[in-house]
T-cell receptor, first 117, second 112 residues
Framework: ETGVTQSPTHLIKTRGQQVTLRCSSQ?????VSWYQQALGQGPQFIFQ???????GRGNFPPRFSGLQFPNYSSELNVNALELDDSALYLC????????????????FGPGTRLTVL | QQPVQSPQAVILREGEDAVINCSSS?????VHWYRQKHGEAPVFLMI?????EQKGHEKISASFNEKKQQSSLYLTASQLSYSGTYFC?????????????FGTGTRLQVTL
């Protein structure tokens, strides 16, 4: 059973640029959630994808967008990068069940460290 | 609004016990606990579900008071490997997505 993987590990961009981060979910999982973790803070929910559609979104602007592919892998895209976007970006995969019939354990990948200069 | 964790930091000697608390102002469906070591991903420890079901680690226990929307994580006979930052993630009774709202974390250091 393979765990959650993310690429790249580290990335340096300049203000105004665009970035794409990738996530492969754990074997058997069909849902991917993305989180942003600033230094010294807890992860903040960006959005979740299930069946290739966005299934819930946190308090992030539209320049944060995502995709999920038929193999359940996912991408996070951030346009017009700002200095405050510098953070660790984590994806977590889980197995979706009917709501309130069992909360899904979310397993995190190693993250992508994004630095915006 | 994110859950509040206490204490913010704790230092233990190996073999000592610790309790980490997590409190939310919102009605919760479940509480998830994770441990994160510096530069690494959060590692799942425990889920506590509304109704009392628990799933998680063998050597770690936790409680969930549904009326008070509070959860506590109990670490007994701590080991050096327990060092790290502990986060609780809360799942509210709204929406269709299991979205976790994380607290600010509790830094735990275990020394010899």
């Amino acid at each position: 059973e393979t765990g959650v993987t993310q690429s790249p590990t580290h990335l340096i961009k300049t203000r105004g640029q665009q970035v794409t981060l990738r996530c492969s979910s754990q074997s058997g999982h069909n849902t991917v959630s993305w989180y942003q973790q600033a230094l010294g803070q807890g992860p903040q929910f960006i959005f979740q994808y299930y069946r290739e559609e966005e299934n819930g979104r946190g308090n992030f602007p539209p320049r944060f967008s995502g995709l999920q592919f038929p193999n359940y892998s996912s991408e996070l895209n951030v346009n017009a990068l700002e200095l405050d976007d510098s953070a660790l970006y984590l994806c977590a995969s889980s197995l979706w069940r009917l709501r309130f019939q069992g909360t899904d354990t979310q397993y995190f990948g190693p993250g992508t460290r994004l630095t915006v200069l | 609004q994110q859950p509040v964790q206490s204490p913010q930091a704790v230092i233990l000697r190996e073999g000592e016990d610790a309790v980490i608390n997590c409190s939310s102002s919102k009605a919760l469906y479940s509480v998830h606990w994770y441990r994160q070591k510096h530069g690494e991903a959060p590692v799942f420890l425990m889920i506590l579900l509304k109704g009392g079901e628990q799933k998680g680690h063998e050597k770690i226990s936790a409680s969930f008071n549904e009326k008070k929307q509070q959860s506590s994580l109990y670490l007994t006979a701590s080991q050096l490997s327990y060092s790290g930052t502990y986060f609780c993630g809360t799942d509210e009774l709204t929406g269709t997505a299991s979205k976790l709202t994380f607290g600010t974390g509790t830094r735990l250091q275990v020394t010899l």
